[in-house]
C-alpha cells in the first residue's frame, strides 16, 4: 500500500507539471521574446486569424481618407476601396484652413467618431482644426472650423461628444463638445500644457473607456495622462516616464492595453514597442520595451480584435507586426516585414479588419495590403500621386 500510494503521488506531481508545461506552452509568461505560429493561432482561438478563415474576401465598400497638409491650402483626399481592396480617388474637400507643408511628426493628424458620422482634422499652418460630415457615398461636407488653441496642431482625437487636439509648439491640448451637426465648440477648463514646453507631442486619444487623455512626448519620453470630468474639463495631470525611447505613435487593444512605437531618435536597428496597461490611473508597462530590429518605429495600428499591431518604420521602409496575447503581452513576429514605398508613416486597417494601408512619405505613395495568417501582409497595389506633404490616414 504504501508504495503504492507513492506512485500515486508521484504520477499526480508527473500529471501537473505536464499540465503546467501545457499551459505555459499556450501562454508564454511576459518578458518572453520568443514567438511561433502556433501561439500565435491560439488553438485557433485567435478572432483575428478566425476571420481570415470565415471571410476572405469584402463585401463591401469603404473609404480610407488623408489630409494634404498643403500650406496654400489643406483639402481631405477621400478614396473608395473596392472590394478587393484596392483605393480609386473618389473626392477632395477643402478643410477651412492650411497645412503646414512639410511633415508633422505625429499620428492622427485626422480622425474618425463613427456614433456621429464626423471626421475632424488639423490645420497645421493655420492653428485650427475642423469638423466635416460623412455622406452616405464617403464625401465630406466642411461644418466648422474653429482655433486649436496653441500653435501648431498635430494630432485629433474624439470620443462620444468630445473632441481634443494637441499643439506641438506651445505643447498644450485643447478639448471642445460637439453637436449632431458637427458644430465645435470650446471647453472652459480643457486647455492643459504636456510635462514640458519642449515635450514635442506625436500623439494624442482617449483611453478606450473615455475617461483619460493620452499623449505621447518624443522629447521628454514621457506619456501624459489627463483626468477629464463629465463636461471635458481637465481634473489632473500625471506625467510617466516611458518604457523605451521617444515614444512616438500607439493603438489599443481588446479595451485596456495601450501598444507605443519607441522611435529611438531613429537610430539603426534600435526601435522597439511597449504595452502598457492601468490606463486611467496608474499607467505600468507588460513586458518592456520589446526590440523589433528597425529603424525609426513611429507609427502604429491594430486589428480590430487587438491580436495584431502594424508599426510603420519610416527608416527601414517596411511595416511589421507584433503579436499582442490576451493578458497585453507583446511579441515581435520576425517572419511578418513587408515593404512599403519609401518612408512609411501613418497606417490603418480597413473597417473590415482585411486590408492595411500605409502612407509613403519619400515617394508620394500609398501601399495596399491584404492581411495573411499570422500577422502578415502581402501587398496587392500602389496608389501614386498622392500630395507631396500628406499626414494622417483613416478608413470607415
Same mark, same amino acid.
Given at each position: 500500500?504504501?508504495?503504492?500510494?507513492?506512485?500515486?503521488?508521484?504520477?499526480?506531481?508527473?500529471?501537473?507539471?505536464?499540465?503546467?508545461?501545457?499551459?505555459?506552452?499556450?501562454?508564454?509568461?511576459?518578458?518572453?521574446?520568443?514567438?511561433?505560429?502556433?501561439?500565435?493561432?491560439?488553438?485557433?482561438?485567435?478572432?483575428?486569424?478566425?476571420?481570415?478563415?470565415?471571410?476572405?474576401?469584402?463585401?463591401?465598400?469603404?473609404?480610407?481618407?488623408?489630409?494634404?497638409?498643403?500650406? /496654400?491650402?489643406?483639402?481631405?483626399?477621400?478614396?473608395?476601396?473596392?472590394?478587393?481592396?484596392?483605393?480609386?480617388?473618389?473626392?477632395?474637400?477643402?478643410? /477651412?484652413?492650411?497645412?503646414?507643408?512639410?511633415?508633422? /511628426?505625429?499620428?492622427?493628424?485626422?480622425?474618425?467618431?463613427?456614433?456621429?458620422?464626423?471626421?475632424?482634422?488639423?490645420?497645421?499652418?493655420?492653428?485650427?482644426?475642423?469638423?466635416?460630415?460623412?455622406?452616405?457615398?464617403?464625401?465630406?461636407?466642411?461644418?466648422?472650423?474653429?482655433?486649436?488653441?496653441?500653435?501648431?496642431?498635430?494630432?485629433?482625437?474624439?470620443?462620444?461628444?468630445?473632441?481634443?487636439?494637441?499643439?506641438?509648439?506651445?505643447?498644450?491640448?485643447?478639448?471642445?463638445?460637439?453637436?449632431?451637426? /458637427?458644430?465645435?465648440?470650446?471647453?472652459?477648463?480643457?486647455?492643459?500644457?504636456?510635462?514640458?514646453?519642449?515635450?514635442?507631442?506625436?500623439?494624442?486619444?482617449?483611453?478606450?473607456?473615455?475617461?483619460?487623455?493620452?499623449?505621447?512626448?518624443?522629447?521628454?519620453?514621457?506619456?501624459?495622462?489627463?483626468?477629464?470630468?463629465?463636461?471635458?474639463?481637465?481634473?489632473?495631470?500625471?506625467?510617466?516616464?516611458?518604457?523605451?525611447?521617444?515614444?512616438?505613435?500607439?493603438?489599443?487593444?481588446?479595451?485596456?492595453?495601450?501598444?507605443?512605437?519607441?522611435?529611438?531618435?531613429?537610430?539603426?536597428?534600435?526601435?522597439?514597442?511597449?504595452?502598457?496597461?492601468?490606463?486611467?490611473?496608474?499607467?505600468?508597462?507588460?513586458?518592456?520595451?520589446?526590440?523589433?530590429?528597425?529603424?525609426?518605429?513611429?507609427?502604429?495600428?491594430?486589428?480590430?480584435?487587438?491580436?495584431?499591431?502594424?508599426?510603420?518604420?519610416?527608416?527601414?521602409?517596411?511595416?511589421?507586426?507584433?503579436?499582442?496575447?490576451?493578458?497585453?503581452?507583446?511579441?515581435?513576429?520576425?517572419?511578418?516585414?513587408?515593404?512599403?514605398?519609401?518612408?512609411?508613416?501613418?497606417?490603418?486597417?480597413?473597417?473590415?479588419?482585411?486590408?492595411?494601408?500605409?502612407?509613403?512619405?519619400?515617394?508620394?505613395?500609398?501601399?495596399?495590403?491584404?492581411?495573411?495568417?499570422?500577422?502578415?501582409?502581402?501587398?496587392?497595389?500602389?496608389?501614386?500621386?498622392?500630395?507631396?506633404?500628406?499626414?494622417?490616414?483613416?478608413?470607415?
Amino acid at each position: 500500500m504504501k508504495i503504492s500510494s507513492k506512485l500515486m503521488v508521484a504520477a499526480a506531481v508527473l500529471l501537473a507539471a505536464c499540465q503546467k508545461e501545457n499551459i505555459d506552452k499556450q501562454s508564454p509568461i511576459a518578458g518572453s521574446t520568443e514567438v511561433s505560429e502556433a501561439m500565435v493561432q491560439e488553438n485557433g482561438n485567435n478572432p483575428d486569424e478566425a476571420m481570415l478563415k470565415a471571410n476572405n474576401k469584402s463585401n463591401t465598400n469603404g473609404h480610407v481618407y488623408i489630409e494634404s497638409n498643403d500650406a /496654400g491650402g489643406n483639402a481631405i483626399v477621400v478614396y473608395t476601396q473596392q472590394l478587393n481592396g484596392k483605393l480609386s480617388w473618389s473626392s477632395s474637400t477643402n478643410s /477651412g484652413g492650411n497645412g503646414s507643408g512639410a511633415g508633422l /511628426g505625429s499620428q492622427s493628424a485626422i480622425t474618425i467618431n463613427k456614433d456621429y458620422g464626423l471626421l475632424f482634422a488639423v490645420n497645421a499652418g493655420s492653428n485650427s482644426v475642423s469638423s466635416f460630415k460623412i455622406k452616405n457615398d464617403g464625401s465630406l461636407e466642411l461644418k466648422s472650423t474653429v482655433s486649436s488653441g496653441g500653435t501648431l496642431p498635430v494630432s485629433v482625437c474624439t470620443k462620444n461628444n468630445l473632441v481634443f487636439v494637441v499643439n506641438s509648439t506651445t505643447a498644450n491640448i485643447s478639448g471642445y463638445s460637439i453637436d449632431a451637426d /458637427g458644430n465645435l465648440s470650446p471647453i472652459n477648463g480643457s486647455e492643459k500644457s504636456l510635462s514640458d514646453i519642449t515635450a514635442l507631442p506625436a500623439q494624442i486619444a482617449f483611453s478606450p473607456d473615455g475617461s483619460t487623455l493620452l499623449v505621447t512626448e518624443k522629447i521628454t519620453s514621457k506619456i501624459s495622462s489627463f483626468s477629464l470630468d463629465a463636461n471635458g474639463a481637465v481634473t489632473n495631470a500625471v506625467y510617466t516616464n516611458s518604457v523605451g525611447e521617444e515614444p512616438f505613435g500607439f493603438d489599443f487593444s481588446r479595451g485596456r492595453y495601450m501598444i507605443v512605437s519607441n522611435a529611438f531618435q531613429g537610430a539603426d536597428n534600435a526601435s522597439t514597442c511597449t504595452s502598457y496597461t492601468n490606463l486611467s490611473w496608474n499607467i505600468s508597462d507588460v513586458n518592456g520595451s520589446v526590440a523589433n530590429h528597425q529603424s525609426a518605429s513611429c507609427w502604429v495600428k491594430t486589428t480590430k480584435y487587438g491580436r495584431y499591431a502594424f508599426v510603420a518604420n519610416a527608416k527601414s521602409n517596411n511595416l511589421v507586426t507584433y503579436y499582442i496575447n490576451p493578458w497585453g503581452a507583446i511579441y515581435y513576429l520576425p517572419w511578418s516585414a513587408a515593404a512599403t514605398g519609401a518612408g512609411p508613416i501613418d497606417v490603418t486597417v480597413s473597417d473590415n479588419n482585411l486590408f492595411v494601408y500605409n502612407i509613403n512619405s519619400g515617394d508620394h505613395t500609398i501601399t495596399e495590403f491584404i492581411r495573411g495568417f499570422a500577422g502578415t501582409l502581402k501587398s496587392i497595389g500602389i496608389v501614386t500621386s498622392i500630395p507631396s506633404f500628406a499626414a494622417g490616414i483613416v478608413a470607415d
